[in-house]
Structures are given as structure tokens and as C-alpha cells.
Nanobody, 125 residues
Framework: QVQLVESGGGLVQVGGTLRLSCTASGLTFNLVAMGWFRQAPGKEREFVAAISARGKTMHYGESGKGRFTISRDNAKDTVYLQMENLKPEDTAIYYC??????????????????WGQGTQVTVTS
């Protein structure tokens, strides 16, 4: 059974930093592209960032460009999202997701077979 478990969310002030982690089990992690999405209250879930299965390719949504960095450690079956200079509009539940391909339609939710339960990030001013 595949499980993705996010951690690292919490309460942070504007301009602060958080690092989210997502640890996978039940799958061959180095064959799975990973993505981060987020959903703010009253809004649709949006793409944040994605990284290819071997970690060679990354892509970012507009919201995180220049402030967020996605990375992965395949030895630890874990993907990370480093978030810097956080803004109140970054407040959302952040989800990690897995697509069992090296790379693909990574900005599209439908490309991902596996989803975590989410971790709340709240940015206060």
C-alpha cells in the first residue's frame, strides 16, 4: 500500500522559512516523479513544484518561483519543499503527490496516482 506522509508545516511569520518533507512508502521511489500542490481556503488546488524521478528536472508554478525549492533524496524516499520569504497568500494545505513516471504532465493533478493527506502552512503578518 502506497503512503505519502507530509510533515514540516506550521505557523510562520511573513518573511520566514519552512521546509516541508514528504516521505513515501510502498513504492519504488526513484521511479516516481513527485509534486507539491497547495489548496487555500475557498480556492482550487494549485500546482506548486515538481521534480523528476531521478531529480534531474524541476519545474515551478508561478506562486513559488524564486522563493521555493523542490529537492529529493531517493536514498531516504523523501521529497522536500524549501519555502523562503513566505507571504500570507502562501497560507494553504500543502500536498505531495507521486506520478509513477520519470517525468510527465507534472502540473496536472490527474497525472498523479498517489497523494498525501496534506500539511497546513499558515503565514501570519
Amino acid at each position: 500500500q502506497v503512503q505519502l506522509v507530509e510533515s514540516g508545516g506550521g505557523l510562520v511569520q511573513v518573511g520566514g522559512t519552512l521546509r516541508l518533507s514528504c516521505t513515501a512508502s510502498g513504492l519504488t521511489f526513484n521511479l516516481v516523479a513527485m509534486g507539491w500542490f497547495r489548496q487555500a481556503p475557498g480556492k482550487e488546488r494549485e500546482f506548486v513544484a515538481a521534480i523528476s524521478a531521478r531529480g534531474k528536472t524541476m519545474h515551478y508554478g508561478e506562486s513559488g518561483k524564486g522563493r521555493f525549492t523542490i529537492s529529493r533524496d531517493n536514498a531516504k524516499d523523501t521529497v522536500y519543499l524549501q519555502m523562503e520569504n513566505l507571504k500570507p497568500e502562501d497560507t494553504a494545505i500543502y500536498y505531495c503527490a507521486g506520478d509513477p513516471h520519470e517525468w510527465g504532465s507534472h502540473t496536472t493533478q490527474g497525472a498523479y496516482n498517489y497523494w498525501g493527506q496534506g500539511t497546513q502552512v499558515t503565514v501570519t503578518s
